[in-house]
């Protein structure tokens, strides 16, 4: 009989509100330690907190695009316990009444699609951070983090293998990014995961005792750490062992996960209703307006991509994929007429630069504004195709402007009918035999004075105009 | 010219006909201060700010209502750059940078906070035993407690040093303590007055009120004390009436409830009779009595006490000696770090309530002691709800008899938590109530309870004002009658 796996993931979402979820601090990424805390962020005594509405619009939107029910009145409840990053001593959370319940995602592994439940998505409070490693055997606490909204998505345990909980991770990336309610930058944490793992039987109608492995900020670390768990967990049950509840960690380095506390030395987190904040009720029109400003979302972009400028599905689908790819698309299709030539540029070089260094976009040093200003000297004949692939390859590089680079390098476009006459004219002059050749039948020899003219010119003549000539004088 | 036992209105008009400086007002204030040391009824003085403000007073009048007015704060409220410590070790060293909602109505009034006054730790206690700045002597009597837990402000008012005094009600702690010095103290409507800056003891029950010697006196402090305020989303968006207005009309008519539920013939014969002749007086002003069935109000302390302690053990949780307050000598690591600071930092009372607390609000006991609380708090404002259907207010003792000995409660808690067996109830529903001196017992003073309905603080006002333009307990003091 074989193992079958049964994962749920926990996926918490750093929403991208301007104040923090119950304080006016601001929750803006890597200022001095603890310069972003206010009174009620650091938990003085006599404070209260005020719920922050717009990190509620936020969590509604991602309800709405993932087909939930939206709890048109919402609670909070503290969860308590103690931890030096934890301002209160209790995280203001959602466990009675979640602003979002039930919905459903749908993902897709090696093209075939299956649709993952979601529990509940509900607002938190994200803690501190504790620092261990810059003070000698001391701790530093920076609260700059604390009271940051936090929106925890809750699958159901309805994931089969570690491909699928990335596709999973993957979906939610995307469409929370989609909506504009999370930047999707995992090396800065505004989404980390929490991953229950357990094996059973196949045949089993029981699920087997899980392990939580916390907070993975990583789709490849997702991936290596429930493959790591799973054969951990095979191995001691197939040893006649049994699965122990807990906590794990998992450690990149060494790529394995490791105890951090069992069932027993759990918390008791004390939950109960927040006497300090009165429920939170969602208007019909408020619900309406949300609804109506729900911006578009993939499988509707690549719909009107196909309709709208006549791409390929499968094209529009790579580029409808990724909420900067689509920008870059609509950006620079702005530029210009040519819209096929923007999606070859995508769909072509810069996937495969991507694929190459298996990054993401986002991760690249290509902005949206460079690529439009690209597509716009191609189009424009500042300079070639050929050259715009050394552009982009130096922008990759140094992210450097585009404009910056034809004029320092200056690769723009030789234009010059008669210079470019001139060269060709030496060419032929400096080649008899090929001419011979070409002109006794050699068709093919053509593109050798073409290679000659570019190899001339550092590849900045316009290849259009160089036919031309080259076609004329051997003619 | 003597300001001792002076009401707000009084004093007003001292300064109002130039009697008296607003610098000289302060400084005789600080010298009843200091002449009354011996009742331990401040924990910090504010006197150079004080005497500066009464300066500018003098320099420049203002036209705030309660301008010049000497006042004494509870140490529970934080005041910007003013030592706040709630009553407790754990918050001795500790300076707010930010003032209370209800110091800065106060101030901005033209109040000038005199001091802080000391109380039970983190308010919890009705004898003012459990302060860690000692006891606070009754001034009716040197082994005599002034109840808790605004024993304090109670003291300083009923000494006659102040003539006005912030108190914070959970349970009854500024009314218990208002009837046992023989003053006037009214716990609003929850919301009424915000939260913010008020150290939490229990928020779904916590009230900021006035203490004072006249119901006229309350009134005056309410009207700038409350306010809508948006920093408090338990704080309710209601017009605020004048509360003075209605003072003086007639309650001829009023509908007064007795609740047959609290069964007087278990308390002494002299609180008793006290209550049977506030009765007739009410009578004689053209009240009517209704006899009103609560009939879960026998349930009321042990509901206060599952709910209370339960949101203390989360509220008081922040005290962990990492951001603020005090922190223990060289703890080996965190836990020590938590265990000692929060072993140092705590009195026994509050210790034993987050106790209480954290096993209320535990795993498997969740159901049976905080939700039951919580079904049983719904029923008993239902029976509120109901009984206010055929009654104006509510009248009760406020407590079972008059100031007790300090330590004669020995060392049963449940004795000294039936003390509030009458106050309980209107925080449980959330209902504004008052006390006001209606009588003496061996020469101590005591005090009759009246609830009202949801924001009805004027009838409730208008009641107690019509008692005192009638009757004269609220103008015994401690050194006889006042003048």
């Known amino acids: 009989m074989s193992w079958e796996t049964v994962i749920g993931l926990e996926i918490h979402v750093q929403l991208s509100t301007d104040s923090k979820l119950f304080s006016g601090g601001s929750t803006s990424f890597g200022a001095e330690p603890n310069t972003h805390v206010d009174l009620i962020d ?48 209790y995280q203001i959370t959602q466990m009675a009444l979640p602003i979002v319940g039930k919905g459903s995602i749908k993902i897709e592994v090696e093209g075939q699609e299956k649709i993952i439940n979601i529990t509940r998505a509900h607002l938190e409070e994200d803690a501190g951070k504790s620092i261990h490693d810059l003070f000698d055997g001391e701790t530093g606490v920076d609260l700059n983090r604390a009271g940051t909204p936090l929106l925890e998505i809750v699958s159901e345990p309805e994931i ?108 008791d987190y004390r939950y109960f209703p927040c006497p300090d904040l009165l429920p939170v009720v969602i208007s019909d029109e408020e619900l309406i307006e949300i609804k109506n ?137 400096n080649n008899p035999s090929q001419v011979d050749a070409f002109k006794g039948g050699k068709d093919k020899l053509f593109g050798f004075f073409v290679g000659q003219v570019m190899k001339e010119t550092q590849g900045k003549a316009n290849p259009q105009s160089v036919n031309e000539i080259l076609k004329r004088l051997l003619s | 010219m003597s300001i001792q036992y002076k009401s707000i209105k009084e004093l007003k008009n001292m300064l109002n006909d130039k009697d008296i400086s607003h610098t000289e007002l302060v400084q005789e204030t600080f010298l009843n201060i200091k002449n009354n040391s011996a009742l331990n009824a401040f924990i910090t003085l504010n006197e150079e700010e004080s005497l500066k403000k009464a300066n500018n007073l003098d320099n420049t009048p203002s036209s705030g209502s309660l301008a010049g007015v000497p006042i004494a ?181 009023l509908k007064i409830g007795l609740v047959k539920e609290f069964d007087l013939s278990k308390l002494d014969n002299d609180v008793v009779q006290v209550f049977e002749e506030s009765k007739k007086h009410y009578e004689s002003l053209g009240a009517e009595f209704i006899e009103i069935s609560l009939p879960n109000i026998s349930l009321s302390v042990p509901t206060y006490y599952v709910v209370a302690p339960a949101e203390c053990s989360s509220n008081l949780s922040r005290f962990d000696g990492v951001k603020f307050g005090k922190r223990c000598d060289s703890p080996k690591d965190l836990e020590e770090l938590y265990i000692k600071t929060r072993s140092e930092g705590f009195g026994d009372e509050v210790k034993r309530r987050i106790l209480i607390g954290s096993y209320v609000l535990s795993a498997g006991f969740y159901d049976a002691y905080y939700k039951k609380a919580q079904q049983v708090r719904r029923l008993i404002k239902n029976d509120f709800d109901s009984a206010f259907k055929s009654v104006d207010i509510i009248m009760s003792p406020t407590t079972r008899g008059a100031a007790f000995e300090a330590g004669s409660k020995g060392d049963d808690p449940i004795q000294m938590y039936l003390e509030d067996l009458f106050t309980i109830p209107a925080n449980l529903a959330g209902l504004p109530a008052m006390s006001i001196p209606n009588g003496m017992i061996d020469n101590k003073p005591i005090g009759l309870q009246l609830i009202g309905n949801f924001l009805d603080e004027s009838r409730l006002l208008q009641a107690a004002h019509n008692f005192q333009i009638s009757s004269d307990w609220h103008l015994k003091t401690p050194s006889g009658n006042k003048s």
């Not at chain 1, 907190?49 to 909070?76: C, D, M, Y």
Request: hydrophobic residues 35%; glycine residues 8%.
């Open chain 2, 73 to 253: 704060q509870k140490d529970l409220f934080c005041t910007k750059d003013l030592k706040t410590t709630c009553g407790s070790n754990m918050l001795s060293n500790f300076i707010p940078p930010y003032s209370a909602t209800v110091i800065e109505n106060l101030e901005n009034a033209g109040c000038i906070s005199v001091g802080k006054t000391n109380m039970d730790e983190f308010a919890m206690g009705s004898s003012n035993e459990t302060s860690f700045y000692g006891n606070v002597q009754n001034p009716w009597g040197k082994n005599l407690v002034p109840g808790g837990s605004s024993g304090g402000s109670a003291a300083a008012v009923a000494a006659g040093i102040v003539p006005a005094a912030s108190g914070t009600d959970t349970g009854g702690s500024i009314r218990q303590p208002a009837s046992l010095c023989g003053i006037s103290g009214l716990k609003p409507t929850y919301g009424r007055v915000s939260r913010w800056g008020m150290i939490a003891f229990a928020s779904s029950l916590d009230q900021a009120g006035p203490m004072a010697r006249t119901a006229e006196d309350c009134a005056l402090l309410l009207n700038e004390m409350c306010s809508h305020d948006e920093k408090d989303t338990t704080s309710i968006d209601e017009a605020i009436p004048d509360f003075t207005e209605n003072l003086n009309s007639s309650i001829q008519g």
């Open chain 1, 293 to 429: 400003n729900l911006p578009e979302l993939p499988d509707e972009k690549e719909k009107r991509y196909v309709k709208e400028f006549g791409l390929d599905s499968s094209e529009a689908k790579i580029i409808a994929s990724s909420k900067t790819m689509a920008n870059m698309f609509e950006g620079a299709c702005a530029k210009t007429d040519d819209s096929k030539l923007v999606a070859n540029w995508l769909v072509g070089d810069i996937s495969a630069l991507l694929n190459k260094e298996n990054i993401d976009i986002d991760e690249s040093n290509l902005t949206s504004e460079n690529f439009a200003t690209l597509i716009e000297r191609i189009s424009d004949k500042t300079i070639s195709g050929k050259i715009a692939k050394s552009v982009l390859e130096e922008i990759w590089e140094t992210g450097s402007d585009v404009d910056d680079i034809i004029e320092s390098k200056g690769l723009v476009q030789i234009q010059d009918e008669s210079l470019l006459e001139t060269i060709a004219q030496t060419v032929i002059d």
């Open chain 1, 42 to 89: 650091l938990g003085l005594p006599g404070v209260l907190p005020v719920a922050n509405r717009g990190a509620f619009h936020k969590a509604i939107r991602f309800g709405l695009a993932t087909n939930a029910e939206i709890n048109q009145t919402s609670t909070f409840d503290r969860k308590n316990y103690f931890y030096p990053d934890l301002p209160k001593g």
């Open chain 1, 160 to 267: 089969s293998n570690a491909k699928e909980a990335v596709a999973y991770f993957k979906a939610i990336r995307q469409i929370v990014t989609f909506l504009d309610i999370c930047d999707g930058n995992m090396a800065q944490g505004s989404m980390r995961c929490d991953v229950n793992v357990s094996v059973k039987k196949s045949d089993a109608a029981e699920l087997g005792t899980r392990a939580e492995i916390k907070n993975i900020n990583s789709f490849k670390f997702i991936e290596k750490a429930i493959n790591f768990e799973i054969d951990r967990q095979i191995r001691i049950l197939e040893a006649g062992d049994s699965i122990i509840q807990e906590t794990r960690l998992y450690d990149s380095v060494k790529n394995e996960t490791r105890s951090m506390r069992s069932k027993e030395e759990a918390n």
